[in-house]
């Protein structure tokens, strides 16, 4: 069974920097992606990047340039290093995994089947 725990989540001001880790165990997916989602208060959860098992990747729009998806295979870890935050930047963040190859990795939750239990990202003004 797959699972998936994050953490990095916490209250920054606007500019800062954050690092989100997703731990993953009981992973058996000879391919997969992965992805970073998040869900403000209010709003339907919005993907934010994705990575492949062949490290393809793909960024939201909001994500581009400021965000950067990586994974250390050797530590069974998804990361999202999120630079120049901003408000709107304030979610809850989820990671999230699904057996198989999409190019580029989507960014759709309907996609993926495993999922985390999320952190909180806040960023103040």
């Known amino acids: 069974q797959v699972q998936l725990v994050e953490s990095g989540g916490g209250s920054v001001q606007a500019g800062g920097s954050l690092r989100l880790s997703c731990a993953v165990s009981?992973?058996?997916?000879?391919?997969?992606?992965m992805a970073w989602f998040r869900q403000a208060l209010g709003k339907q959860r919005e993907g934010v990047a994705g990575?492949?098992?062949?490290?393809?990747?793909s960024y939201a729009d909001s994500a581009k340039g400021r965000f950067t998806i990586s994974k250390d295979n050797a530590k069974n870890t998804l990361y999202l290093q999120m630079n120049s935050l901003k408000p709107e930047d304030t979610a809850m963040y989820y990671c999230?995994?699904?057996?198989?190859?999409?190019?580029?990795?989507?960014?759709?939750?309907?996609?993926?089947?495993?999922w985390g239990q999320g952190t909180q990202v806040t960023v103040s003004s």
């Open positions: 990575i492949d098992s062949d490290g393809s990747i």
């Open positions: 009981g992973f058996t997916y000879a391919t997969y992606c």
């Open positions: 999230a995994a699904v057996g198989g190859l999409w190019v580029p990795p989507p960014l759709d939750a309907k996609n993926y089947n495993d």
